[in-house]
């Protein structure tokens, strides 16, 4: 598949909010930063890890006691994208990206990658739900000894997680 061209995204956002000539990102080759003003607070980057995709970056900020997750935690009120867990080890691996942010880091606060306008931000709840959809997914996709087809696939997560994709809890 070839890229899009980049003159594409002022179509759909904009031409005020994309820059006339787009800059290739660089790699950031350190593991921490700090914010001008925070010093005494650095965020550590943690990572490559399993999320929805591979290579994730965790966002740990010690002093507040607070994981940004991006892709590797989805709140309660989203399905998650499993799409690219294709195997039973990048499963394993996501597991273990759970298993670092509940135990390695314990947080008091977890922001999720993704979460439905109107829902309040809830670390334990997310973590929980984030667990429960992939063994969810191991039992019913991964292990199953016959895969279910698309409608029936769709059917039973919508059925067993009926909050995700909820505008309101």
């Keep these: 598949m070839p890229p899009i061209d ?3 995204w002022p179509t759909v ?3 005020e909010n994309v820059p006339a000539k787009p800059t290739k990102p660089t790699p ?3 593991s921490l930063f700090v914010l001008e ?4 607070s650095p965020v550590l980057l943690l990572g490559p890890l399993q999320g929805d995709s591979v290579d994730h970056t965790l966002f740990w900020l010690p ?3 607070t994981v940004i ?5 989805y709140a309660r009120s989203t399905h998650l994208w499993v799409e690219e867990v294709e195997t039973p080890q990048l499963l394993d691996a996501w597991f273990k990206t759970l298993d670092l942010i509940e135990e390695g880091l314990r947080p008091e606060k977890v922001i999720s990658g993704h979460v439905e306008q109107g829902w309040e931000l809830d670390a334990k709840a997310d973590l929980a739900h984030a667990r429960k959809y992939l ?3 191991a039992e019913k996709v991964t292990y199953a000894k016959k895969k279910p087809g698309v409608d029936e696939l769709y059917k039973t997560f919508k059925d067993a997680f009926p909050q995700a994709g909820k505008q309101e809890p």
């Design 135 to 137: 063994q969810f997914f």
């Design 6 to 8: 980049w003159r594409f």
């Design 69 to 73: 997750c991006g892709d590797a935690v």
């Design 28 to 30: 950031f080759h350190h």
């Design 63 to 65: 002093t507040e006691h």
């Design 37 to 40: 003003g925070n010093e005494k």
């Design 13 to 15: 956002f904009g031409a």
